[in-house]
């Protein structure tokens, strides 16, 4: 299957600081991805979908301000948690979908645990 | 958003057992597709489904479409320790949408 690569997988920030999280498809190009926020033992809640070259397109509830989301190329996309706070400790994973017309697919991070103190 | 509806929430199962899982919707979905998730870790694609009816095996995993196009099925024949996991689904109305997830079948089995 195809390969999407995030990093970091776990991160310490103090309060007020901001974090970035990268993801990457290596072996395809993503014209769409998606983050996703989990907590323990519960599903996956989408976030955000991210659209190469344009603006993200946030589920409601979502603070746009908060969770920067940048697609800037085919195969990167960005999440920039801005002034994190305890709160927003959490486990996030991205995922990008196979492009073209036909049936498709949804390959995912390993995720990254975000602890903030 | 679409709520899809995944049981049993949780199985302890002997090892050598068989495991059935499924997910409903009140909606028809065009795709379903099965993960498993192991702790810190991103979901991994197990079977994709995209024709109702379709029934798709991956070694010791059977997964159907149902009929209806509201549900979805997966098996697990003789469970050995390693498909300890929690197992989503995954359903997307119409190509070119987002994917719904199922609420996870997490699996423990005992040797």
């Known amino acids: 299957g195809a390969v999407v690569s995030q990093h970091p997988s776990r991160v310490i920030c103090k309060s007020g600081t901001s974090v970035k999280i990268e993801c990457r498809s290596l072996?395809?190009?993503?014209?769409?991805m998606f983050w996703y926020r989990q907590f323990p033992k519960k599903s996956l809640m989408l976030m955000a979908t991210?659209?190469?070259?344009?603006?993200?397109?946030?589920e409601q509830g979502v603070e746009k301000d908060k969770f920067l989301i940048n697609h800037a190329s085919l195969t990167l996309s960005t999440l920039t948690v801005t002034s994190a706070h305890p709160e927003d400790s959490s486990f996030y994973i991205c995922?990008?979908?196979?492009?073209?017309?036909?049936?498709?697919?949804?390959?995912f991070g390993s995720g990254t645990q975000l602890s903030v103190l | 958003g679409q709520q899809l509806n995944q049981s049993p929430q949780s199985m302890f199962i002997q090892e050598g057992e068989d495991v059935s899982m499924n997910c409903t919707s009140s909606?028809?979905?065009?795709?379903w597709l099965w993960y498993k998730q192991e702790p810190g870790e991103g979901p991994v694609l197990l079977i994709a489904?995209?024709?109702?009816?379709e029934l798709t095996s991956n070694g010791r995993l059977t997964a159907q479409f149902g009929i209806t196009r509201k549900d979805s099925f997966l098996n697990i024949s003789a469970s050995i320790p390693s498909d300890v996991g929690i197992y989503f689904c995954?359903?997307?109305?119409?190509?070119?949408?987002?994917?719904?997830f199922g609420t996870g079948t997490s699996l423990t089995v005992i040797p």
């Open positions: 072996d395809f190009q993503a014209t769409t």
């Open positions: 995922s990008a979908r196979t492009p073209g017309l036909g049936p498709e697919k949804l390959f």
């Open positions: 995954a359903g997307q109305l119409t190509t070119g949408n987002q994917f719904y």
């Open positions: 909606s028809i979905f065009n795709t």
């Open positions: 991210s659209n190469e070259g344009s603006k993200a397109t946030y």
């Open positions: 489904l995209y024709k109702a009816g």
